[in-house]
């Protein structure tokens, strides 16, 4: 157990308005992933973050922000939701010791209408 | 971007059955992993691989990351219900991310 929640687990929104999502650990690691996964694509990176205000994008970047004040949270923020946004989000957390491998939350389930 | 190519895409066996997938990239990774899905909850690490060649079992699971780098594969032996789920591959290189395949929904009829 990587120490990892996500909330809310699930949220149904509007189209337009703000969202966030919050992911939480408890044992001081360094990185910090946010993922998206929808039908037929797997998982794909929206951002990561390698320390407390030090984050980059990954692949699907555009509509989303994130922010790390603190070392356990990792904060995902989609300014104005759109329908193309609904999907099945995962927060990760990388080792130190070992940081290819991954270990990751239980999701957040978001829909937006 | 990088790209993994898994298969099959999905496989419906009986229970005792062996099973084997694979993936495969047009680019080398320094690590390749394999993780386990179930409805509702988020990808679990079964196997980590670090060196081309390497050979790594998890109970009945085993998984080899290729020689040239550009693939690994995963088998699992004597299936059993509880093996239901997506299996995905990734490969990790030296930027701390990692490239996802799309799965393999695995299905074991009793």
């Known amino acids: 157990d990587a120490g990892i929640t996500q909330s809310p687990r699930h949220k149904v929104t509007e189209t337009g308005t703000p969202v966030t999502l919050r992911c939480h650990q408890t044992e001081n690691h360094r990185y910090m992933y946010w993922y998206r996964q929808d039908p037929g694509h797997g998982l794909r990176l929206i951002h990561y973050?390698?320390?407390?205000?030090?984050?980059d994008k990954g692949e699907v970047s555009d509509g989303y922000s994130v922010s790390r004040s603190k070392t356990e949270d990792f904060l995902l923020t989609l300014e104005s939701a759109t329908s193309s946004q609904t999907s099945v989000y995962f927060c990760?957390?990388?080792?130190?010791?070992?940081?290819?491998?991954?270990?990751f939350g239980p999701g957040t389930r978001l829909t937006v209408l | 971007g990088q790209q993994l190519n898994q298969s099959p895409q999905s496989m419906f066996i009986q229970e005792g059955e062996d099973v084997s997938m694979n993936c495969t990239s047009s680019?080398?990774?320094?690590?390749w992993l394999w993780y386990k899905q179930e409805p509702g909850e988020g990808p679990v690490l079964l196997i980590a691989?670090?060196?081309?060649?390497e050979l790594t079992s998890n109970g009945r699971l085993t998984a080899q990351f290729g020689i040239t780098r550009k693939d690994s594969f995963l088998n699992i032996s004597a299936s059993i219900p509880s093996d239901v789920g997506i299996y995905f591959c990734a490969g990790g290189g030296s930027n701390y991310k990692l490239t996802f395949g799309k799965g393999t929904l695995l299905t074991v009829n009793p």
């Open positions: 990760a957390i990388s080792l130190r010791q070992s940081y290819n491998e991954q270990f």
């Open positions: 973050s390698y320390g407390v205000k030090d984050t």
């Open positions: 680019s080398i990774f320094n690590t």
């Open positions: 691989l670090y060196k081309a060649g």
